[in-house]
């Protein structure tokens, strides 16, 4: 019988070849990237940010507040509105740029974050609005009225008059 194979300990290929790892060097203070996972998958998540700290970007696992650079592929701008109105429960930080993955490929080979242009931009259809904010429904029956209003004639009901007996 054949022993299984135990997982290393001790840090890997890197610890037996006596290399240590550096903690990334944020050369682009002001710029932090989250990779948005959804449709990327994880693995090609990792290996981009994998990439983009040995460039020198500072790449965030989770979002928080210090994201200015959402970068996302094969999403539409209101599909990642949606995850992050979820994520932050309607609290998203204004100075935040959702980006295709085009900025982040481009600012890969240059070394250097390029300037936003608007093919990097994820393009949304409709403004998002205060998640407290009434929505009008699609239906006229679910719309509210006010209680004085022009078609008193149809809602208001007045007793039946019968002829009187003979």
């Known amino acids: 019988m054949v022993p299984l194979k135990r997982r290393r300990r001790d840090g890997g290929a890197a610890?037996?070849?006596?290399?240590?790892?550096?903690?990334?060097?944020?050369?682009?203070?002001?710029v932090e990237i989250f990779l948005l996972e959804?449709?990327?998958?994880?693995?090609?998540?990792?290996?981009?940010?994998?990439?983009?700290r040995r460039?020198?970007?500072?790449?965030?696992?989770?979002?928080?507040d210090s994201v200015t650079h959402l970068v996302s592929e094969s999403n539409s701008g209101d599909e990642v509105w949606e995850w992050l109105d979820r994520q932050t429960g309607g609290q998203t930080?204004?100075?935040?740029?959702?980006?295709?993955?085009s900025w982040f490929t481009d600012s890969m080979e240059t070394g250097?974050?390029?300037?936003?242009?608007?093919?990097?931009?994820?393009?949304?259809s409709?403004?998002?609005?205060?998640?407290?904010?009434?929505?009008?429904?699609?239906y006229a029956c679910q719309r509210?009225?006010?209680?004085?209003?022009?078609?008193k004639i149809f809602t208001v009901t007045t007793p039946p008059s019968y002829p009187p007996p003979f």
């Open 55 to 64: 460039k020198g970007f500072r790449v965030q696992d989770t979002l928080g």
């Open 112 to 124: 250097r974050p390029v300037e936003i242009l608007d093919r990097h931009r994820l393009q949304v």
């Open 144 to 151: 509210r009225t006010p209680l004085d209003h022009l078609n």
């Open 126 to 138: 409709a403004p998002h609005s205060d998640p407290e904010e009434p929505r009008i429904s699609a």
């Open 93 to 101: 930080p204004g100075s935040l740029s959702l980006l295709d993955i």
């Open 38 to 52: 959804r449709r990327m998958g994880s693995s090609r998540r990792a290996f981009l940010t994998q990439l983009a």
């Open 15 to 30: 610890a037996i070849a006596g290399v240590q790892e550096r903690a990334p060097v944020n050369r682009f203070p002001g």
